[in-house]
């Protein structure tokens, strides 16, 4: 099929189904296009995990291998900054299971997860296994507190606190990620506070530019130049202090690998 043919047959779908024309405006390298346009001067950096980690082993339970979790890497992520940073009071924008919940409770005072209620979820059509599967692991550990609204409308100084760390994993549209990140930088508790971004890469390696775009319009231009993404894993995060990054190189050879041992655990 020549390029003409593919047009012709491409208008033609779009004429046909309107919405078609969502996966193209939504495609990843329009994102990336815009991202360029909009901040032509900037340069990623990354940091390693591993030079966040104080020893050998990180410890990730509960992990449930299902969709739609994160990676394995991002629990220890978080896990690691809540250490080093000396997390005492965190923040998340979307619970799904509440495994990232789960995993940083042990090392933080309070932990809040934030995510659209029940009833919500039912109302927009999903299925009630997919509603059920909200805060498995999170709802029975004492200090963790689930909080229910919209992100877009809720008024977060009801909780009249600020955050260590705030994790945001909820919409991953350009739009959302900038509301969301905009809205939380009023909710940080000091100028040392962290920001940890969902999704900030399509895989270990590779940038998504439909969130990254969203971070960067969110930030004042002080603060971009402390966004880094981060090595083995699917995060960007916000560091205010000094630390050692490096650009990101794509397809590198390996500079360290990880050993697993599954262990099964009841729930």
């Known amino acids: 099929m020549?390029?003409?043919?593919?047009?012709?047959?491409?208008?033609?779908?779009?004429?046909?189904?309107?919405y078609l024309l969502n996966n193209v405006v939504k495609d990843e390298i329009v994102f990336k296009s815009d991202f360029q346009r909009a901040f032509p001067n900037a340069a990623f950096k990354q940091i390693r995990l591993v030079d966040l980690m104080e020893s050998d082993e990180v410890h990730i339970a509960p992990y449930a291998f299902l969709s739609g979790s994160s990676l394995a890497t991002d629990f220890a992520l978080l896990q690691l900054l809540c250490r080093k940073y000396q997390v005492k009071d965190y923040l998340e924008i979307g619970t799904w299971r509440g495994e990232s919940?789960?995993?940083?409770?042990?090392?933080?005072?309070?932990?809040?997860?934030?995510?659209?209620?029940?009833?919500?979820?039912?109302?927009?059509?999903?299925?009630?296994?997919?509603?059920d599967?909200?805060?498995?692991?999170s709802k029975d550990i004492p200090n963790i507190q689930h909080v229910f609204g919209d992100s877009q409308t809720f008024d977060f100084d009801q909780l009249n606190k600020k955050f260590d760390l705030i994790f945001i994993d909820g919409d991953h549209s350009t739009e959302a990620v900038r509301r969301d990140?905009?809205?939380?930088?009023?909710?940080?508790?000091?100028e040392q506070s962290i920001i940890v971004w969902h999704d900030a890469k399509k895989d270990?390696?590779?940038?998504?530019?439909?969130?990254?775009?969203?971070?960067?319009?969110?930030?004042?231009?002080?603060?971009?130049?402390?966004?880094?993404?981060v090595e083995n894993s699917l995060c960007a995060v916000?560091?205010?202090?000094s630390i050692t990054?490096?650009?990101p190189i794509l397809n590198r050879l390996p500079r360290n690998s990880f050993e697993l041992t599954l262990k099964k655990l009841s729930v």
Not at 106 to 119: A, K, M, Q, T
Not at 181 to 190: A, F, G, I, R, W
């Open 2 to 18: 020549n390029k003409l043919t593919k047009l012709v047959k491409a208008l033609s779908l779009i004429i046909q189904k309107p």
């Open 101 to 131: 919940a789960a995993n940083v409770a042990p090392y933080v005072d309070n932990v809040y997860s934030f995510n659209l209620g029940d009833e919500h979820l039912l109302s927009l059509g999903l299925e009630k296994n997919y509603v």
């Open 133 to 137: 599967s909200h805060r498995f692991f």
């Open 181 to 190: 990140t905009k809205k939380m930088m009023s909710y940080l508790k000091n």
């Open 204 to 229: 270990t390696e590779y940038p998504r530019y439909e969130v990254l775009l969203g971070i960067y319009q969110a930030l004042p231009t002080d603060m971009q130049k402390n966004v880094y993404l």
């Open 238 to 241: 916000y560091i205010p202090t």
């Open 245 to 247: 990054s490096e650009s």
